[in-house]
């Protein structure tokens, strides 16, 4: 079983930038693709960013050249560097697997203002 915990999450002034932490526990040894994930009011949850064992990295379109996703620890830290931050990217922040475990995390609200 694997735990996940979200951190770093704010307020932040558009054009900013923020840095979110992923501490997992648990069973993580089998893990191979860890995301993040956000979902805003009144819009499905979506995969933000992954990254597997080897380093490789994917982004949404709409994130791609803002947000870095990198892994470190052994696996056991996932962290997302925002930057550039727009309006748009105000959400609720999760990180889980990808494919997505049925358990999430309580997630990291990141609130970016006009």
């Known amino acids: 079983q694997v735990q996940l915990r979200e951190s770093g999450g704010g307020l932040v002034q558009a054009g900013g930038s923020l840095r979110l932490s992923c501490t997992a526990s648990g069973s993580i040894f089998s893990i191979d693709r860890m995301a993040w994930y956000r979902q805003s009011p009144g819009k499905q949850r979506e995969l933000v960013a992954d990254i597997n064992k080897g380093g490789q990295t994917r982004y949404v379109e709409a994130v791609k050249g803002r947000f870095t996703i990198s892994r470190s620890d052994a696996g056991k830290t996932t962290n997302l560097q925002m930057n550039n931050l727009k309006p748009e990217d105000t959400a609720v922040y999760y990180c889980?697997?990808?494919?997505?475990?049925?358990?999430w995390g309580p997630g990291t609200q990141v609130t970016v203002s006009s």
């Open positions: 889980n697997t990808w494919p997505a475990l049925p358990a």
